[in-house]
């Protein structure tokens, strides 16, 4: 029978192996890549377009060419040429994205490699660098049932390898998960309208009137790091199952049917009541199986913000 202990999830990434850390740097210089591609690239262009500036901001004056829009002719220099010039506009970004990690002790258990938090550092790294290359400051922010620690929002490249190296380097997952905290405190030091990821498994469906507060003020997406242990029970006999966030215990039998589909509804219920609690929250919500490509589930959100 297996005893899953508590103390079991108190660790740190000390204890990760250096396989994996040196095969997340690969995946990092491979996204940096990634982003830096064709400015055609189907994941930068949907990235951009699901994600407006304040306005738009003058940046040259050209020669007219048939067709354009004759609303912007620039009669000054068109006076002064002696034929038609018209005023180039460019979008204004400059947008500020802010990446909320839970690094509860929850996010540990997943069954790819170092869990669910491996998951997000790879996460911080894609969107860093997205960010990075359309010139917007990006930031991050560390929480379990407190604020760990937050990182302004800054512009470049070394900016956002801090970012990822400082998830990497998180030592200690607490107990305890407080979406709450996270929420009150971005509410209170963004000034300016942001754009609010927030990586987490959400099983704590606590109150989310501070999540609600926030999304009145910026645009807030919760990224659900999920695994299908979430919703399919595994066949390995008797087992001592402990909730790692408040320590309470029981014995299951994994082989018993009725146990299984119980496991199977209640998991399904809880996400539809997540779904629900986010809709009403007005926060978007993006699923990602954490033992699957991680790529796929963010493009597709992003394509279906682009069109709306």
Same mark, same amino acid.
């Given at each position: ?178 979406? @709450?905290?996270?929420?009150? *405190?971005?509410?209170?030091? /963004? $000034?300016? +309208?942001?754009?609010?990821? #927030?990586? &987490? ?53 994994? @082989?018993?049917?009725?146990? *299984?589909?119980?496991?199977? /509804? $209640?998991? +399904?219920?809880?996400?539809? #009541?997540? &779904? ?33």
């Amino acid at each position: 029978m297996l005893n899953w202990q508590k103390d079991h999830v108190q660790t740190s990434l000390n204890d990760l192996d250096e396989d994996f850390i040196s095969s997340l740097n690969i995946k990092m210089k491979q996204l940096e890549l990634r982003s830096r591609n064709l400015a055609s690239s189907t994941l930068r262009g949907d990235y951009r377009a699901s994600f407006h500036g304040s306005g738009v901001e003058f940046a040259e004056s050209r020669e007219y060419i048939s067709g354009d829009d004759t609303r912007f002719i620039d009669w000054n220099v068109t006076a002064r040429m002696g034929n038609t010039w018209i005023k180039r506009y460019v979008e204004e970004r400059d947008l500020t994205i802010i990446l909320a990690v839970d690094t509860s002790a929850s996010q540990l258990v997943a069954g790819r490699q170092n869990g669910r938090i491996g998951a997000s550092a790879e996460l911080v790294a894609l969107i860093s660098f997205l960010a990075v290359e359309n010139h917007d400051r990006v930031g991050l922010m560390l929480f379990d049932k407190e604020v760990n620690e937050y990182i302004k929002p800054q512009h470049g490249e070394k900016h956002a390898h801090r970012l990822v190296r400082t998830v990497l380097d998180q030592k200690y997952f607490a107990l305890e998960t407080c979406i @709450t905290e996270a929420c009150d *405190r971005l509410t209170n030091v /963004l $000034r300016k +309208k942001s754009i609010i990821f #927030l990586l &987490s498994d959400f099983t704590n469906l606590e109150d989310l009137g501070s999540l609600h507060r926030m999304s009145k003020r910026h645009d807030v997406i919760a990224l659900v790091l999920t695994d299908p242990v979430d919703f399919v029970l595994p066949e390995v006999g008797l087992i001592q199952v402990q909730s790692i966030e408040d320590g309470y215990s029981t014995i299951i039998d994994t @082989t018993d049917p009725v146990v *299984r589909e119980r496991y199977r /509804l $209640r998991a +399904k219920n809880f996400s539809e #009541l997540r &779904s629900q609690k986010f809709s009403l929250a007005n926060v978007g919500e993006v699923k990602i199986d954490v033992t699957q490509d991680l790529l796929n589930p963010l493009s597709n959100y992003f394509k279906l913000r682009s069109v709306r």
